[in-house]
């Protein structure tokens, strides 16, 4: 493994300094992502400033909402009451996610910044322009079964792993930050990047820049995650849905949507959101929206599975948000985000 420094953080101006300073520095907090990268060889830093213990663990109210710091373990935000009532769909993409030992360890901050499970960028072997710019992308002509359909560039096709990054998109949650030039907030479907000829940066945040809380808005709807994968436990999504409804008595008020493992970030289908807005839920509307939401797809060679496969588990999110569909197993659990298999979601397109 690559030798590095270690330094322990003692306040978040101090390490927003000490990384900003150091171009070879980075953040670590759960480790849990970052330790896997540098026995890996993919990530050779020279410096891991350590932000666990830094006092950004607590869940507060915040104007009307709830302000989750960077440190809560993903066990810990998954587990919380206010969490659970008010803002579900987070709590089920937590407990989709890795296993209850990584889980434990794994922070709200770290999660979303992840990086892509892309077999190639993970073999340094391989020609990757997210690992190494410039270096070509061996996904493109290789077996791209995990990759994107929507927002890929001839530079990199690879999706974004998080699960909860995909509920904190449909909830328009906010990223608040401290980085060098102060702090700033990020709405939090800004905060990931499209590949384009740049795919090295996952984000807009800057070198040094901190995430010193994700606040959740006030939101008195439903919502509600979903995911597919093709292990019951323990596995990265193949397609997941996250979906956020308010209602005007029977009527839809405003319906926001954001799909998972389909491109280079959470996806918000604005096509289906905007189809959605004012009409009475029926599984007629929401498979109109689905095939709209599906209606760019732009598949791979090897990921045209994730068509269907997507359009099925929007449909059936949103029954199940708007109670047209009994959840199937019980509420924020593993099994209520957990669908089937590959074989079974293909073997019925629609
Ligand atoms: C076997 C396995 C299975 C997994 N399965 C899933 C899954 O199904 N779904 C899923 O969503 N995830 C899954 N994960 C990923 C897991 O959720 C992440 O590894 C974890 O959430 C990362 O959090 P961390 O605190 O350990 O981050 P770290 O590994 O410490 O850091 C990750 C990144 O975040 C940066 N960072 C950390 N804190 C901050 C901060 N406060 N400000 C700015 N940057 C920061 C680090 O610099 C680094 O770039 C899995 C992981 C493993 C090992
Ligand atoms: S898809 Fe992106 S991450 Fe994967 S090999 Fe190509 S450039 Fe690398």
Request: charged share 15%; hydrophobic share 40%; with cysteine.
């Amino acid at each position: 493994m690559h030798p590095f420094q270690y330094q322990r953080a003692d306040s978040a101006e101090q390490a927003v300094a000490t990384v900003t300073k150091n171009p070879a520095a980075t953040f670590i907090a759960g480790g849990t992502s970052h330790v896997d990268l540098l026995k890996e060889g993919v990530y050779r830093p020279g410096l891991l400033v350590d932000v666990s213990a830094l006092p950004l663990r607590q869940i507060t109210a915040h104007e009307g909402g709830l302000r989750i710091g960077a440190g809560v373990s993903n066990t810990a935000a998954a587990a919380s009451a206010e969490v659970r009532q008010r803002y579900p769909a987070v709590s089920e993409a937590l407990l989709a996610g890795a296993s209850v030992q990584i889980r434990n360890v794994a922070s709200m901050a770290g999660n979303p910044l992840q990086r892509t499970r892309c077999p190639y960028f993970r073999d340094p072997t391989q020609a990757c322009n997210k690992r190494e710019p410039g270096s070509g992308c061996a996904a493109l002509e290789g077996y791209n079964h995990v990759h994107a359909l929507f927002g890929a560039s001839a530079a990199c096709v690879a999706t974004h792993p998080s699960d909860v990054a995909v509920a904190l998109a449909a909830l328009d949650a906010r990223v608040q930050t401290l980085g060098p030039k102060g702090p700033r907030t990020i709405a939090f479907p800004e905060l990931h990047r499209l590949p384009g000829t740049t795919p090295h940066l996952d984000t807009i945040l800057e070198h040094g820049e901190l995430i010193t809380s994700i606040d959740l808005p006030a939101f008195t709807g439903r919502s509600h995650y979903l995911k597919v994968r093709e292990r019951a436990s323990y596995a990265y999504a193949l397609v997941s849905c996250a979906v956020a409804l308010e209602m005007d008595g029977p009527n839809i008020r405003r319906a926001r949507v954001a799909l998972g493992s389909v491109a280079h970030k959470p996806w918000r289908a604005t096509s289906a959101e905007a189809m959605l807005a004012g009409q009475r839920p029926t599984e007629q509307l929401f498979r109109a929206a689905a095939d709209a939401a599906f209606a760019e797809a732009k598949p791979l060679k090897h990921n045209a599975y994730k068509v269907p496969m997507g359009r099925q588990l929007m449909v059936r999110a949103l029954l199940e948000t708007s109670s047209l569909q009994p959840l199937q197993g019980p509420a924020g659990t593993a099994f209520a985000a957990s669908v089937g298999g590959v074989a079974g979601q293909v073997a019925s397109p629609r």
